[in-house]
């Protein structure tokens, strides 16, 4: 479903992905508001770093992706990866948008919908995320809901993640996946996660305990002519999660936070991921970092399978 | 718009079927969660070779869709029929999850939205059914609404029914419908129909009143460039209906049953659909039975229409 | 990613638009239901015409569309414009029934989703209307929500407004477009405006200062492979606005008589705009004529700016 790359677009390939592309191995996409919204410097390096290190380690090769300057980067040099760890002011870019920083020459880090979009048109099938946008708590009246779930529907990408955010509204984002028809698959476990959690107290739509079941279901999905990509959620290893019932206490006093100080818009998924970073005194984020690790060794391993 | 059939897919043509390919024979698609969840054994049995033999009757070959050991089967051979009629915990497939059950060699009843996808890729184009999903009563909180509305908007099958099932909420399904430009026609009749009810107290969008020119909207809208398939709402015939006021008493007394004892999620539309035929004394079996008949006889005139 | 028209289609081009396209001259698509259900006779004539010279002296040819006996217009002559423009009983056209409308024979006047679905198809990409469709207040509850919205994430044409009508939600309206991934460009001014009235309150999610560079963001996103058109919105000239904080008075006032009439479904939108026009002593339509020239005026020059 790959579309033929048009000359005219300002795509740059690193060398390691270029030369992975060249001898058919297999890539893993990576985000990069992770690294420029998702955590402070250089906490936000190291983890960068050490997720494309995992992905190496386990054969395949990572595709972190960025728009610099008006060039769409599919796969970042690691002096790159530096200078955006420390960026300020970068455009955070979504499907309406990663378009308009190529043609005005800005640069942005690309979001779950961005990467999609940049991975399929690269060729790449699976992507490494931490948690994607889901619907907003408050959506039946705000009608908050993020484009990640539309590029779900639409493009054919595997995201590993751990689930959505946890301070989004889980039931009805499970719920809008489905009237959409995108497949989620929770790995080897029948309870859907929560982020921070291994179980969020919903049962997953589906299971599957192999890379090579989950690369074979995509396979097959492509084959019956079914657009659009699937969600893997992938449950954070026991010893570095927040157990769900202590984390509803964090995520509602964060919550109260937000009305309280009348935090409303963009504003409130940074506010609420700071605040329940003060709140767990910092193990949300040694949680956020281990569950990314998780998810890019998984999806290197699914990228593997889909190569066999 | 059918794509070609991928020699990877595993799937099966009935002989019947797969003759009526051969020399391009008008072919009506079936789905069969209908007979593995819609009704008890005998009489899902008795109503599936019923409707088969009508659209034999009407000059059209009847191709019942199920995956059965993980092969899709488009056609099912008699025997095949009386098992499905008597299995049980067969999965309920939809577009997320009808390639999982032939990547995982499981068993499964298509759905309205799956049975789309596996007669667009066999190149069917008429489909009759009972009564589609659409927007649940209380969506507004919950966002449960069926997958079988988007597969409307994006694959080009006409799908013949009585109307959503009454227990929805029929103006949102009608709204929703609208929003991604679904065309919604009731046969030879302005009031759009309620299932067991010739109306619904709302008019319908579109009415047409013959096969020819059903097939006729869809062809214009297949030059016009448009994807998707369209609703017919077929109203049950007179002497089988329910009227609209009695059926509102019954299916707010299984509302507010369903309400009481606590019923959520998925058990929901069973629950109300046992209470309801209990309430009606059964009649409400006998008026689904006679719609879903009625329906098969008015897809089989258009696809026979489609073949002129 | 225009389709080959099919042979089968019944399309008309205007003699001037049938020129343009042999010399491939630029073209600026226009609705008509603008000029059957906007504006009473004979003010909505003057407007129309006004409309097209504007669109000529900027060096573009104007393609009003309309259905008319079953077929599709791709530009009028000026007497099929004074005709419509006294024409009653006119459908008007969605993506779910402009199709209807060429199988039947019928009339109608295309709305922005239809006029966008034609434009795309007779390969024009730049259309002026004076404001789209949007999210209606109240659909958190009715799910009443424009096929307009869902257009622009599907056809590749640019849309020049003045905004959502202002007695829509328009907050609501710009997260529908931000979840389906519509680029929103405000042109020249970081506010989003209010149709009537320059500003809404709400800062634009994208905003450009040239037709050049709004030209250039659209091959942008078709190299990238992005489906769907974006919204150009232009805030009404300064000299012809009505300020927010007055029309918000009287959009409140027309809404409080909407709910004491009880007038609901599709009368809503006529009833409003008539009730604002007499709250305005006529004002309202002054504006709304002086921003649909001024959105001629940009889109001309945008679709320049696309030949370049
Ligand atoms: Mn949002
Ligand atoms: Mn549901
Ligand atoms: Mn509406």
Do not use: C
């Amino acid at each position: 479903m790959t579309k033929a790359i048009s000359p005219l677009l300002p795509i740059v390939y690193s060398k390691e992905v270029a030369a992975a592309k060249v001898r058919g191995a297999p890539i893993v996409a990576l985000e990069s508001t992770i690294i420029t919204h998702g955590m402070p410097f250089p906490g936000n390096l190291e983890m960068a770093r050490s997720v494309e290190a995992i992905i190496r380690e386990k054969g395949a090769v990572p595709a972190t992706i960025a728009v610099i300057d008006g060039i769409l980067h599919i796969g970042l040099e690691d002096t790159q990866i530096a200078t955006l760890a420390q960026m300020t002011g970068v455009m955070k870019l979504s499907r309406a948008d990663i378009a308009f920083a190529l043609a005005e020459r800005r640069s942005g880090a690309t979001t779950v919908a961005a990467t999609m979009i940049a991975a399929s048109r690269a060729g790449i099938s699976v992507f490494a995320t931490g948690g994607i946008g889901g619907v907003h708590r408050g959506a039946e009246e705000s009608l908050d809901i993020s484009a990640d779930l539309e590029e779900l529907a639409r493009t054919p990408v595997i995201v590993v993640s751990a689930g959505p955010k946890a301070i989004l509204d889980i039931p009805k984002t499970l719920e809008f996946l489905e009237t959409r028809g995108v497949p989620v698959v929770t790995y080897d476990s029948e309870e859907f996660p929560a982020f921070w959690s291994r179980d969020s107290g919903l049962r997953s739509p589906l299971s599957l305990s192999s890379p090579a079941a989950i690369a074979n279901f995509q396979r097959m999905r492509e084959q019956l002519g079914i657009e659009g990509g699937m969600l893997i959620a992938n449950p954070v290893p026991e010893e570095h999660e927040i157990p769900r019932e202590e984390m509803e206490i964090y995520i509602g006093r964060a919550l109260a936070s937000a009305e309280r100080e009348e935090v409303t818009g963009k504003d409130v998924t940074p506010f609420l991921l700071d605040n329940i970073f003060h709140l767990t005194a910092g193990r949300s984020l040694k949680t956020n970092i281990a569950l990314v690790e998780n998810n890019a060794r998984l999806a290197a391993e699914i990228a593997v399978a889909m190569n066999d």
